[in-house]
């Protein structure tokens, strides 16, 4: 069982919005920054989103990221097939003192 | 952007140890931590540890007492060590590093297949 809990699944229709949610603690992201990943099985997977809201260059804009209290949210808009894939939060954890992933997304375009 | 090379043995017998090799293939890159990361099958990815650019490491607790992290500067290598492997550690191992402070785990390679079987 994950430290960071996600929805194991999502989907969305081409160009449609679509929300990732990801639930921690207060030792966890109620107290940390939050980063997202994507990852495509057999790929080496993508940093996303840093510090909560931040894209690294490279990444389209139409990836954001919010945090807010314990909990935090990928947005994807506009949605792509090429989107279709497992997307992971992560965080430090102070109790821990290590990084915690959620027990990640899969997300279908239908 | 600098790459990752990873290499290892991808077939073990259980008891045995687990060691993996990271490259990077950029010298000129600031490192802040290098960090290894595993997914097991149909699970989701699991922090083994890190070590940061003064040596010090940090471990997943579930692993510490059978992880070892260990970096060369001199060749631009980092490695992982996991004794007495299980079936339970059966997984496919990336490496990463983090090359700005304020990113983390921004820099992936492309994964090693670890199978522990008798």
């Known amino acids: 069982q994950s430290v960071l809990t996600q929805p194991p699944s999502a989907s969305g229709t081409p160009g449609q919005r679509v929300s990732i949610s990801c639930s921690g603690s207060s030792s966890s992201i109620g107290t940390n920054y939050v980063f997202w990943y994507q990852h495509f099985p057999g790929t080496a997977p993508k940093l996303l989103i840093y510090?909560?809201?931040q894209r690294p260059s490279g990444v389209p804009d139409r990836f954001s990221g919010s945090k807010s209290g314990t909990s935090a949210s990928l947005a994807i808009s506009g949605l792509r097939s090429e989107d279709e894939g497992d997307y992971f939060c992560a965080a430090w954890d102070d109790t821990l003192s290590g990084w915690v992933f959620g027990g990640g997304t899969k997300l279908t375009v239908l | 952007q600098a790459q990752l090379q990873q290499w290892g043995a991808g077939l073990l017998k259980p008891s045995g140890t687990l060691s993996l090799t990271c490259a990077v293939d950029d010298g000129s890159f600031s490192v802040y931590y290098c960090s290894w990361i595993r997914r097991p099958p149909g699970k989701g990815l699991e922090w083994i540890g890190e070590i940061n650019h003064s040596g010090s490491a940090n471990y997943n607790t579930s692993l510490k007492s059978r992880v070892t992290i260990s970096v060369d500067k001199s060749k631009n290598q980092f490695s992982l060590n996991l004794r007495s492997v299980t079936a339970a550690d059966t997984a496919v191992y990336y490496c990463?590093?983090?090359?700005?402070?304020?990113?983390?785990?921004?820099?992936w390679g492309k994964g090693t297949t670890v199978t522990v079987s008798s």
């Open positions: 510090r909560n809201d």
């Open positions: 990463t590093i983090t090359t700005g402070r304020f990113l983390r785990m921004d820099v």
